[in-house]
């Protein structure tokens, strides 16, 4: 009798851990190999900014952080999801299944970042978002496997409604992204905008991938609030900016602020046309001797400086694998735990630090203004510095995160 309880007790436990949340949960590591597998945007909107530059990024991260962790190769998978949540999570599912990855590394959008955590939750694997910007990601959302890297639209929404706000802007128009990230970048914007006085007197949506803007910026030139905020990305950032150039709005008298803007939005726009629009970024190309010489790295093999997304996922590939060296474990749990332990160290964050809801916190976020062409020192030199801020002053302060992971 005794001899079949005790395997009962012990077949209870073991189902007990199959049916858990963790059911895959490793210790040690897990195979022969780490492998890294990146949800990309190769051919979309997103291409400029993610693409081959990001797969790139991610390839000189691993060669600098010695090409192997504990004498296993380092492997790495890209694959394109067309900006797809079903194609991201099929595609995660089946690595995970068929090539043991270790760690999803997204970099297409707030949607694609929603599928990869849920893969990740039910696999025990390591989520490093680097393209997702929706703050939502490290608040309600957030989760004890995910890593958020890049800008997010609480940091991006308060630095640029203030400096337009510190201009003089009283009244604002949005066009926004017909998609989860624009909403959550408008929302913020608009607490931001209320607590500082100012007033929200319309806006419009657009669908992701729209070329043509022409309806939306009629809307905002007729509503003549002082400032038109573009609550988009990628290519829609781009041509919405040059739409709105070409409709003159900022000859009429109204001003332009891409809430989300890239330095591949600036490049294709021009200075001679992009000078004086105003842009938050993550990362500075020349803010210090190690940034540029990682921006004169990209440029020698992509012919432009890198985006804040590609720089992002260079970081976060660079702390995960220092991570994983320190626990001796590809387990996503603990691997995670043991990143909000360690300082970021790089070009990136400078002196960043992983908070409990998983918000990497940078040193400083950026307030630029792209140049005067005769300012600019090359095809690339885009950028005036206007303010570098604080990191623990641009993003949410974590006493008012709805993350509950963070113990109040």
Request: charged share 20%; net charge neutral.
């Amino acid at each position: 009798m005794l001899s079949r309880l005790k395997g009962t007790i012990l077949l209870t436990a073991m189902a007990a851990l199959v049916n858990s949340g963790f059911a895959h949960a490793r210790d040690g590591f897990s195979n022969d190999e780490v492998v890294l597998g990146i949800l990309n945007d190769m051919t979309g909107p997103y291409s400029d900014v993610l693409g081959p530059g990001l797969v790139q990024s991610v390839q000189w991260a691993i060669d600098d952080f010695g090409g192997t962790l504990n004498g296993k190769p380092i492997k790495v998978l890209n694959a394109d999801t067309q900006v797809k949540a079903d194609i991201a999570s099929t595609t995660a599912r089946k690595w995970i299944d068929e090539n043991k990855v270790d760690v999803l590394l997204t970099s297409a959008g707030t949607a694609i970042t929603l599928a990869g955590i849920a893969v990740a939750k039910d696999n025990d694997v390591a989520l490093l978002n680097a393209g997702g910007v929706s703050a939502d990601l490290s608040n309600k959302q957030c989760n004890a496997l995910m890593t958020h890297w890049l800008v997010d639209t609480y940091a991006a929404a308060k630095l640029s409604i203030k400096a337009g706000t510190d201009a003089g802007a009283k009244t604002w128009f949005f066009i926004t992204a017909d998609y989860s990230f624009g909403e959550a970048l408008q929302r913020d914007a608009e607490v931001e905008i209320k607590r500082l006085g100012g007033k929200v007197v319309g806006s419009v949506r657009a669908p992701l991938g729209t070329t043509d803007f022409s309806s939306f910026l009629l809307q905002a030139k007729t509503s003549g609030a002082d400032i038109v905020a573009l609550a988009n990305a990628g290519a829609d950032t781009l041509n919405s900016l040059k739409q709105a150039e070409e409709f003159g709005i900022r000859k009429g008298g109204q001003n332009l602020i891409g809430l989300i803007t890239n330095n591949t939005d600036i490049y294709g726009l021009g200075l001679p046309v992009a000078q004086g629009l105003m842009v938050t970024e993550s990362f500075f190309y020349d803010r210090d001797e190690d940034s540029k010489a990682f921006a004169k790295r990209f440029e020698a093999k992509f012919k432009r400086y890198p985006s804040q997304n590609q720089v992002a996922a260079y970081s976060a590939t660079l702390h995960y694998l220092r991570a994983v060296k320190e626990a001796n474990t590809d387990s996503g749990a603990t691997v995670n735990a043991q990143m909000k332990k360690m300082p970021v160290k790089d070009f990136y964050a400078i002196e960043g630090k992983i908070r409990d809801d998983g918000r990497m916190i940078p040193k400083y976020m950026y307030l630029l203004t792209a140049k005067k062409p005769s300012d600019a020192k090359n095809a690339f030199d885009i950028y005036n510095l206007v303010q570098a801020v604080p990191g623990d002053e641009a993003f949410r302060p974590l006493e008012a995160s709805e993350c509950p992971l963070v113990k109040k």
